[in-house]
C-alpha cells in the first residue's frame, strides 16, 4: 500500500475548513516545540516536524480512504493534532519538568534512576506530553475542553498506556455538536504508526553523522535503523525491507520485529473490541 497524500487533512480541509484552519495554525507554535528534543537528545532519531509529517502518512495507510470517509471532522482534527503533539514531552523546560514528575505516575521502568535523567523523560514522554498539551492548551486554540482531552489521550496512548481502561479512553466520547471521538480506535492508530516509524529514513540525512554516537548502545541502535532500507505497509501485512552484513545488527532488528508483532496484535484487539473499524494489517515481515 503506498502513501495516500495526506489524506487525513484534505478530508478535515473538505469537512470543516475553520477545524482545518485552527490545525495549521497550531503549528507555527509546534514547529519550534519538536526541534526542543534535540538539546536533550542530540544523538537520538528524528523527532521534528517530519517525524510527525511520517507518523501522519502511516495513518492514513492504517486506516485507508474508506475508514478516513467515515471519519468525521472531529475525529481527523484529534488525530493530527495528537500526530503533532506527541512528542513535545522530549523537550520540555526543566521547570516545566520539574512540575510535571509530580504529576506523572512513575513506575518499574524508573527502576531506580533519578528522575531528572534524561532516560527518564524518554520513558515517560508521553506523559510528559499530555502534561505539557494541558498546561499550554491555551497555544493550540483548541475548539472545547472534550477535543483537548481527546489530544491529549490520543497522543498520550502512542506509548505505554492501557487503552483498555474506559475512564481515560472512553470507547466514544461525545461532542456538543453530536460527534463522537473514538478515542481508544485513535489512540491504536498513533501507537502502531509511531512503532513502525524504524526505517532509514527516520534517521534524516541532513542531520546523520555517526561520528556523534557515543555509545556502543547508540551506535547498534542507528546502525538498526540504516539496514532497514524501507518499510511498506500492504493490506495484510506490514514489510521491513533489511540489508546487512552484521549479524550483531540483524540480531536487534528481529527483535524489534517480535516488539513490533506485539505491538500490531494489541492494537488490532483494541481496534476489534473498542470500535466498529478494524486494522486489517495481520503480521510483521522480514525481508532480507
Do not use: W
Request: net charge negative.
Amino acid at each position: 500500500m503506498e502513501g495516500t497524500d495526506f489524506l487525513i487533512e484534505q478530508r478535515l480541509r473538505e469537512l470543516d475548513p475553520e477545524l482545518h484552519k485552527r490545525f495549521t495554525e497550531s503549528l507555527f507554535v509546534l514547529q519550534k516545540l519538536l526541534s526542543d528534543y534535540l538539546i536533550l537528545f542530540p544523538e537520538f532519531t528524528d523527532h521534528t516536524e517530519a517525524h510527525s509529517l511520517a507518523i501522519i502518512d502511516y495513518c492514513n495507510n492504517f486506516l485507508g480512504p474508506e475508514t478516513v470517509a467515515d471519519m468525521n471532522a472531529d475525529e481527523l482534527y484529534a488525530l493530527l493534532m495528537a500526530c503533532y503533539v506527541h512528542d513535545v514531552g522530549m523537550g520540555i523546560s526543566e521547570k516545566d519538568y520539574h512540575e510535571f514528575c509530580t504529576q506523572v505516575q512513575f513506575d518499574d521502568r524508573l527502576d531506580g534512576k533519578d528522575p531528572t535523567d534524561a532516560d527518564v523523560i524518554r520513558a515517560y514522554h508521553n506523559d510528559f506530553s499530555a502534561c505539557f498539551v494541558r498546561k499550554y492548551a491555551q497555544l493550540f486554540d483548541f475548539p472545547s475542553e472534550a477535543h483537548e482531552f481527546a489530544v491529549i489521550q490520543i497522543a498520550r496512548g502512542h506509548r505505554k498506556a492501557d487503552l483498555f481502561d474506559e475512564d481515560e479512553y472512553p470507547t466514544e466520547l461525545i461532542l456538543d455538536n453530536g460527534n463522537t471521538i473514538e478515542v481508544p480506535f485513535l489512540a491504536a492508530i498513533l501507537r502502531l504508526a509511531d512503532e513502525v516509524n524504524v526505517a532509514r529514513d527516520r534517521n534524516s540525512k541532513l542531520t546523520f553523522d555517526a561520528t556523534r554516537y557515543s555509545t556502543e548502545k547508540q551506535r547498534l541502535e542507528n546502525a538498526k535503523h540504516e539496514a532497514i532500507k524501507k518499510m511498506t505497509i500492504y493490506p495484510d501485512r506490514i514489510v521491513l525491507d533489511v540489508e546487512t552484513d552484521d549479524l550483531e545488527v540483524y540480531a536487534l532488528i528481529a527483535k524489534l520485529a517480535i516488539k513490533l508483532q506485539r505491538t500490531l496484535e494489541y492494537c488490532r484487539r483494541v481496534a476489534r473490541e473498542r470500535s466498529d473499524r478494524a486494522i486489517t494489517q495481520k503480521k510483521i515481515v522480514l525481508n532480507s
